[in-house]
């Protein structure tokens, strides 16, 4: 099952008993990004400098990415491109419910609906398929505790995770400094393309400031 980099976040996020989305703030915040880098990759958008550009907005087939397209291009307005900064800011709890609500299309974890003191609305997602984090993780330690050489996707996965400083929803039991110096290294090295490398780091800035 080929999920996108914003689920994967996603996935990494979910406590396992709970079903609760842990660090909510910058991990929505990496959804977003995760979905803009999967346009990236797929030729509908570019990342250059502080701005983002709607490059193509043909279809991708995927219902969370071509959601996404309709969204940037109504949000741009006719105009050519505008700061990624406030893209990311603008649809980052959205982006989040996006892909929750696509994980669930795909039966990957289920939605149960509860209240919270009998009055407050609280929404969980337990995994009703864990083979596919089971496999994601698996990827990932390959990586980051072994030292194979990352495929674009899983670096980019690690790009994310690096620039949203959410390491330890992947390494939870690692030692933090050798996780932190291999993560770096892979979010940094040359396993794309400079434009998609740049754009990793242009979305990195837009983060911190």
Same mark, same amino acid.
């Given at each position: 099952?080929?999920?996108?980099?914003?689920?994967?976040?996603?996935?990494?996020?979910?406590?396992?008993?709970?079903?609760?989305?842990?660090?909510?703030?910058?991990?929505?915040?990496?959804?977003?990004?995760?979905?803009?880098?999967?346009?990236?990759?797929?030729?509908?958008?570019?990342?250059?400098?502080?701005?983002?550009?709607?490059?193509?907005?043909?279809?991708?087939?995927?219902?969370?990415? @071509?959601? !996404?397209? /309709?969204? *940037?291009? %109504?949000? #741009?307005? +006719?105009?050519?491109?505008? =700061?990624? $900064?406030?893209?990311?800011?603008?649809?980052?709890?959205?982006?989040?419910?996006?892909?929750?609500?696509?994980?669930?299309?795909?039966?990957?974890?289920?939605?149960?609906?509860?209240?919270?003191?009998?009055?407050?609305?609280?929404?969980?997602?337990?995994?009703?398929?864990?083979?596919?984090?089971?496999?994601?993780?698996?990827?990932?330690?390959?990586?980051?505790?072994?030292?194979?050489?990352? @495929?674009? !996707?899983? /670096?980019? *996965?690690? %790009?994310? #995770?690096? +620039?949203?400083?959410?390491? =330890?929803? $992947?390494?939870?039991?690692?030692?933090?400094?050798?996780?932190?110096?291999?993560?770096?290294?892979?979010?940094?090295?040359?396993?794309?393309?400079?434009?998609?490398?740049?754009?990793?780091?242009?979305?990195?800035?837009?983060?911190?400031?």
């Amino acid at each position: 099952m080929a999920i996108t980099l914003a689920e994967e976040v996603v996935l990494l996020a979910l406590d396992d008993e709970s079903g609760a989305v842990r660090q909510r703030q910058t991990v929505a915040y990496a959804v977003a990004a995760g979905i803009l880098l999967e346009l990236v990759l797929a030729g509908r958008a570019s990342v250059a400098g502080k701005h983002v550009e709607l490059t193509d907005p043909a279809p991708t087939g995927d219902r969370l990415l @071509d959601g !996404r397209i /309709a969204l *940037l291009e %109504a949000w #741009l307005g +006719g105009r050519r491109r505008r =700061r990624v $900064a406030d893209w990311l800011t603008k649809d980052q709890n959205k982006a989040l419910g996006a892909a929750l609500e696509s994980l669930c299309a795909r039966g990957v974890v289920v939605e149960e609906r509860r209240k919270a003191l009998g009055v407050f609305p609280v929404r969980r997602y337990p995994e009703a398929d864990g083979a596919v984090e089971a496999e994601l993780r698996e990827r990932l330690r390959a990586v980051v505790r072994e030292g194979a050489a990352p @495929d674009v !996707r899983t /670096a980019g *996965l690690v %790009a994310l #995770l690096h +620039g949203a400083k959410a390491h =330890r929803l $992947a390494f939870p039991d690692a030692p933090r400094r050798q996780v932190t110096e291999r993560v770096e290294e892979v979010a940094a090295g040359h396993w794309a393309a400079e434009s998609l490398r740049t754009a990793i780091r242009n979305m990195q800035a837009a983060a911190t400031v």
